[in-house]
């Protein structure tokens, strides 16, 4: 299919590439060390995310907003952390062993749950928006629509990772009298260049514009609010909306995706735009993508605690709800309503 991506470039999953270079001492004791780290990422990962869905369920399926958001989330941490095993085994044994069913589903698997996690991330962040400066309008929303909004959510994911699934197949080589198995590319250079530059654009560049909006907007109802109604006694003594404390949260987590994510990506566009050539050696190659895996696997592994702080703070918001009765609840509610109905024409879309 004319020219291919080279098989540095096009690692999505880099730590699944197969070398065909000999193998040293050195290469053995560097393969065990990152082997290890991966194993490592392997067990907390899959624990906390674990965990996270057991708290989730017990403290939030009843009544939690978010309890569809969190769930899925995590669900998308666990499936991305699954790929660790078949790294781990393909960094051992120099060979592909999963068939050409595995590399389709394995390296498709990254674009899959990034998007996921990013599309719901976003998601979240205008479920908040919504709730801040349009109460009424969150409570019209049932939980039978922030599934359908999941399942639109996964759908999406899906169709932009298919084009990898479909554009990569299994081949099979003989050097030096050995067979090696390869996941290959059958991308043309310009198509691939096409298709990693619109992925940029849906993964970080469009949920990062649109959540950088909403949390602008919803700091300047935030401070509006602050100036105007917590001015009180309350307000003096340090004490935060606990549904503030929620969107600290979310803007935490969504901070950490592109901490992880960016560099990723950078490495991506920089494989196919500026090293297509090979000016890089290829255990250079190999370890920057070895390193920016790993910031991506560790998303996975720190997202867990991220989502339990989360679940306990939003805990908080709906315990207060509860007892408030006709106290803060109320004072919070009408006091924020006028707030944010003051400056109505210019905070509503």
Request: hydrophobic share 45%; glycine share 4%; proline share 3%.
């Amino acid at each position: 299919m004319g020219t291919s991506v080279n098989d540095s470039a096009v690692s999505v999953n880099a730590s699944l590439a197969v070398s065909d270079a000999p193998v040293s001492s050195q290469d053995t004791v560097i393969t065990i060390f990152l082997g290890t780290i991966l194993v490592l990422m392997f067990l907390v990962g899959t624990a906390g995310n674990v965990y996270t869905l057991v708290v989730i369920n017990v403290a939030m399926r009843v009544t939690g907003t978010m309890y569809v958001y969190i769930v899925n989330l995590a669900l998308a941490d666990l499936l991305y952390l699954c790929t660790i095993p078949f790294v781990v085994c393909t960094y051992f044994a120099k060979d592909w062993y999963f068939g050409d069913i595995g590399c389709r589903v394995l390296f498709s698997l990254d674009f899959l749950t990034m998007h996921a996690s990013i599309f719901m991330l976003t998601v979240m962040s205008t479920e908040r928006y919504v709730a801040v400066l349009r109460p009424l309008d969150t409570f019209t929303r049932s939980r039978h629509y922030r599934r359908a909004v999941t399942c639109a959510v996964w759908l999406v994911s899906f169709t932009l990772s298919l084009p990898t699934m479909i554009m990569i197949e299994l081949r099979t080589s003989v050097r030096d009298g050995v067979e090696k198995r390869i996941c290959h590319p059958t991308w043309q250079m310009t198509a691939y260049k096409a298709y990693l530059t619109v992925l940029f654009n849906t993964c970080i560049l469009a949920p990062g514009c649109t959540i950088g909006y909403l949390y602008l907007r919803l700091g300047r109802t935030y401070w509006t609010s602050q100036t105007t109604v917590f001015s009180s006694s309350k307000a003096s003594s340090g004490t935060r909306c606990p549904r503030q404390k929620v969107l600290y949260m979310i803007f935490g987590i969504v901070l950490t995706y592109w901490a992880c994510f960016v560099p990723f990506w950078l490495w991506q566009l920089l494989s196919v735009y500026y090293f297509e050539h090979r000016k890089l050696s290829n255990k250079t190659m190999v370890c920057v993508n070895f390193v920016v895996t790993c910031l991506a696997y560790f998303n996975s592994c720190i997202n867990p605690f991220l989502y339990t702080l989360l679940t306990r703070n939003y805990q908080e918001y709906l315990r207060d709800k509860q007892k408030s009765g006709t106290g803060f609840k109320k004072r919070f509610y009408h006091s924020s309503q006028r707030s944010v109905s003051s400056g109505s024409h210019q905070l509503t879309l």
